[in-house]
Nanobody, 119 residues
Framework: QVQLVESGGGLVQAGGSLTLSCAAS????????MGWFRQAPGKEREFVGR????????YYADSVKGRFTISRDNAENTIYLHMNSLKPEDTAVYYC????????????WGQGTQVTVSS
């Protein structure tokens, strides 16, 4: 059974930093592209960024580019979302997800972790 478990969410002041983790189990981790998404209250889920399977190339939404960084540790089956210069509009539930083909729908999703940025 595949499980993705996010952690690290919380309350942070604007301008602060936070790092989220996503631990994966039940899948061959290095075979999957991993992505981060977020959903703010009353809004649709939006793509934040993704990381490739082996060489760790990353791609980000314009809204977070230059502030957020994704990394992965294939030995620990974990990805990270390092968030800097946080803004109130970054407040959302953050989800990690896994896919074999990032041009298609993601196959597996975590339960999400809340990030709240106060002004």
């Amino acid at each position: 059974q595949v499980q993705l478990v996010e952690s690290g969410g919380g309350l942070v002041q604007a301008g602060g930093s936070l790092t989220l983790s996503c631990a994966a189990s039940g899948l061959t981790f290095s075979s999957y592209y991993m992505g981060w998404f977020r959903q703010a209250p009353g809004k649709e889920r939006e793509f934040v960024g993704r990381i490739t399977r082996i060489n760790g190339n990353t791609y980000y939404a314009d809204s977070v580019k230059g502030r957020f960084t994704i990394s992965r540790d294939n030995a620990e089956n974990t990805i990270y979302l390092h968030m800097n210069s946080l803004k109130p509009e970054d407040t959302a539930v953050y989800y990690c997800a896994a896919t074999r083909d990032y041009n298609r729908d993601y196959d597996y999703w975590g339960q999400g972790t809340q990030v709240t940025v106060s002004s």
